[in-house]
Each structure stands twice: as C-alpha cells, then as structure tokens.
C-alpha cells in the first residue's frame, strides 16, 4: 500500500504563487506515473496536470498552460506541481494520484490510478 501526502496549499492572493508537493511512502517511485487533480466545490473532480515515471513527459489541462508545471524528485520520492499567476477560480482541493505506469504518456482520468492522497485546499482571493 502507498501512501501520498500532499502539502503546500493554502491563502494566496491572485496573481501569487504556490508551490504543492506529494510525498510518496515507496521506495519503488521510480515505476509510477503520477498525475495532480482538483475538486472546487459543488463541481466534479477534474484533470490539472500529469507526469510519467521517468519525468520525460508531461501532460496539462489547457486551462493551466503556461502557468503551472509539475515535476519530480524520485530520489525524493516526491512530486511537485508549481503554481504560478494563481487565479480565483484555481480554489479547489488539490490531490495527487499515483500507480505504477511506465507508458511514456501519463494517464489523465482518475480511474488510471490507483492511489490517491487526502488533498491540500488552495484558496486564492480575488
């Protein structure tokens, strides 16, 4: 079983930044994608960015190119997601997600991974 803990989040002014982490308890990190997502409230969980095993491929949601990038440290065993020009419509939980996938394209639905951390609230004011 995995473990995956988010931080990072919290208050920020629009136009600020936030950087998030996820720290994994495994020592095989190596051997998994790992995707971000978020839930604002009364809205459906949706796809923000997304990165394979290696860290050679990346995926984002249109809505955040340009303003966030996600990456990773597997000697660290933890992934990254900077935000940057944070907007008030970013508010949501944040989540990261992880399975094991060595496709060099990271999944981008939910249903693709199989572990999942408690989320990190980001609230930025406008």
């Known amino acids: 079983q995995v473990q995956l803990v988010e931080s990072g989040g919290g208050l920020v002014q629009a136009g600020g930044s936030l950087r998030l982490s996820c720290a994994a308890s495994?020592?095989?990190?190596?051997?998994?994608?790992m995707v971000w997502f978020r839930q604002a409230p009364g809205k459906e969980r949706e796809f923000v960015a997304a990165i394979t095993w290696s860290g050679g491929n990346t995926q984002y949601a249109d809505f955040v190119k340009g303003r966030f990038a996600i990456s990773r440290d597997n000697d660290k065993n933890t992934g990254y997601l900077r935000m940057n020009s944070l907007k008030p419509e970013d508010t949501a939980v944040y989540y990261c997600?992880?399975?094991?996938?060595?496709?060099?394209?990271?999944?981008?639905?939910?249903?693709?991974?199989?572990?999942w951390g408690h989320g990190t609230q980001v609230t930025v004011s406008s």
């Open positions: 997600a992880a399975s094991v996938s060595f496709g060099t394209v990271p999944p981008t639905t939910p249903v693709a991974y199989k572990y």
């Open positions: 495994t020592r095989t990190f190596t051997t998994y994608a």
